[in-house]
């Protein structure tokens, strides 16, 4: 059973910057792309960020390009992003999803259960 | 905004069926997904490609496209589906995705 769990949220200032990880298991995580979805309170979803299995190519949302950056450990299985100068707009749950594929541009799931990230001074 | 168009909400009585869509020209190069998500809970994906459910989703679930709209079908609704739905595809530049504003689906 594929299981992902997200770490690292928290509150934070603006301007300032968290690390969010991903931790996954119940397959074969080198094989897959994986990427990363938020949801602002009440809000619909907004895709962030994808990467594919051998880190080769990524995707950004125009949201956070040039702040955030995804990236993949195989070795630990894990899946993180970096989120720098934070602004309030970025609060949000984050989920981390897997790919059906090896490539970012494939469609994604399943997903975790998120971890919530408040920007707030 | 969304390049992806969904009604906010619609209803169903129990047991009848219930189509719910998404407009946006990339469906016309893109198949979309389809997610529930329940207050809560994690999105759950119902509905990926021309129409195909992962293990576990009911066969009462259903997806399909004409032209720039693509349609998540409900077959004899249950209380259990009573959830937001949101549909999802790239965008048209291909590089990079976007989900439709959801719609409240209520079950009465």
């Known amino acids: 059973e594929v299981q992902l769990v997200e770490s690292g949220g928290g509150l934070v200032q603006p301007g300032r910057s968290l690390r969010l990880s991903c931790a996954a298991s119940?397959?074969?995580?080198?094989?897959?792309?994986m990427h990363w979805v938020r949801q602002a309170p009440g809000k619909g979803l907004e895709w962030v960020s994808g990467?594919?299995?051998?880190?080769?190519?990524?995707g950004y949302a125009d949201s956070v390009k040039g702040r955030f950056t995804i990236s993949r450990d195989s070795a630990k299985n894990s899946l993180s992003l970096q989120m720098n100068s934070l602004r309030a707009e970025d609060t949000a749950v984050y989920y981390c999803?897997?790919?059906?594929?090896?490539?970012?541009?494939?469609?994604?799931?399943?997903w975790g259960q998120g971890t919530l990230v408040t920007v707030s001074s | 905004s969304s390049e992806l168009t969904q009604d906010p909400a619609v209803s169903v009585a129990l047991g009848q069926t219930v189509r719910i869509t998404c407009q946006g020209d990339s469906l016309r190069s893109f198949y979309a997904s389809w997610y529930q998500q329940k207050p809560g809970q994690a999105p759950v994906l119902v509905i990926y490609g021309k129409n195909n459910r992962p293990s576990g989703i009911p066969d009462r679930f259903s997806g399909s496209r004409s032209g720039n709209t693509t349609s998540l079908t409900i077959t004899g609704a249950q209380a259990e589906d009573e959830a937001d739905y949101y549909c999802n595809s790239r965008d048209s530049s291909g590089y990079h995705w976007v989900f439709g504003g959801g719609t409240k689906l209520t079950v009465l």
């Open positions: 990467i594919n299995w051998n880190s080769g190519n990524m």
């Open positions: 119940g397959f074969t995580f080198n094989d897959y792309a």
């Open positions: 999803a897997k790919g059906s594929g090896s490539s970012w541009l494939d469609w994604f799931g399943p």
